[in-house]
């Protein structure tokens, strides 16, 4: 189970709860005066309506972080200090303002401010047990072009780091999208692979750069008629290298993205979140196999 589940799952609470405040806030405004202000004047349906508008915007925010696997105990504190805010502001107007509000609007301030502090508790535990992942990904977009690695270091030689690496069949074992690879020709630079999805779409790959040992790129032929991403252009280099008692590998890859910009700019904003799942979870397989072979 990810280290980061049980601050998602506290996040996840936090958006539903923010969502449907801020929806109850602004399709019903005026009931909601109505019902907390002893004395509603005109101004109490807008602030209300306003503060509905922000609360959806906030739930969106937690939202995205909710699914995104790798977020940081940074992030989840900033989302902690929000919500502490809000406490500290529903006990500023209680004691401040308190006589603008109504019974029920005592409550119901009170009401959302015990559901806040519940999940700012759950969001601080969780974040106590996030621990960042090992693989190191970095991902960045320059002239339309997608870039992305990870390097990871291992408790295995360079050498048996390398055996791993260049098991083409056992490929498909260590990576999540893909089901099967297969050798059609060749070795070394020119080597021709097929590899398989998991709908059993199929392309080729044509290994473009090779040093024993050390290092192998291969160019994808994204122009097969099944080949199911949007890319018109991806290359992937694989390397490894003696670090310490073990080594690090790392897998870099740079993708072209079909269409014009806007398609460019919506590929860059899906592809990052995706692209880091699959490396990092690549890059963690290959880590255990590596390992394992190392001490057998």
């Not at 609360?55 to 929000?82: P, Y």
């Not at 500023?92 to 409550?107: E, H, I, K, M, P």
């Not at 979140?273 to 390992?291: G, P």
Request: proline share 4%; net charge neutral; hydrophobic share 50%.
């Amino acid at each position: 189970m990810s280290t980061t589940t049980t601050a998602r799952t506290f996040i996840g609470l936090n958006a539903a709860f923010s969502a449907l405040t801020g929806l109850e806030l602004i399709i019903f405004p005026f009931a909601v005066a109505h019902l907390m202000f002893s004395d509603p004047a005109g101004w109490t349906t807008l602030a209300l309506r306003l503060l509905g508008v922000g609360l959806v915007l906030f739930a969106l925010d937690l939202l995205l972080m909710a699914t995104n696997r790798f977020v940081t105990k940074g992030e989840v504190m900033l989302i902690i200090l929000a919500d502490i805010g809000w406490l500290i502001a529903s006990a500023a107007l209680v004691l401040l303002t308190g006589y603008l509000f109504s019974d029920a609007g005592l409550l119901m301030i009170g009401i959302v401010a015990a559901f806040v502090a519940v999940f700012a508790a759950g969001q601080y535990v969780g974040a106590g047990r996030i621990v960042a992942p090992q693989s190191r990904v970095s991902i960045r977009s320059k002239n339309g072009k997608l870039s992305a690695s990870v390097r990871r270091v291992v408790a295995a030689p360079a050498e048996t780091a390398w055996e791993v690496m260049t098991d083409h069949p056992g490929y498909a074992d260590v990576a999540g999208n893909i089901s099967k690879v297969e050798v059609l020709a060749g070795e070394g630079i020119g080597m021709t692979r097929r590899c398989f999805g998991p709908k059993g779409e199929n392309w080729t790959e044509t290994c473009n750069q090779f040093q024993e040992g050390r290092s192998y790129g291969f160019r994808i032929h994204t122009e097969a008629p099944d080949y199911p991403y949007p890319i018109s252009d991806l290359q992937g280099r694989w390397s490894v290298e003696p670090k310490g008692p073990g080594s690090e590998f790392s897998i870099d890859i740079e993708a072209k993205p079909k269409g014009g910009f806007l398609s460019r700019a919506l590929f860059a904003s899906v592809a990052r979140r995706q692209f880091k799942s699959i490396l990092v979870d690549l890059a963690d397989a290959w880590a255990k196999r590596m390992e394992h072979e190392a001490r057998t």
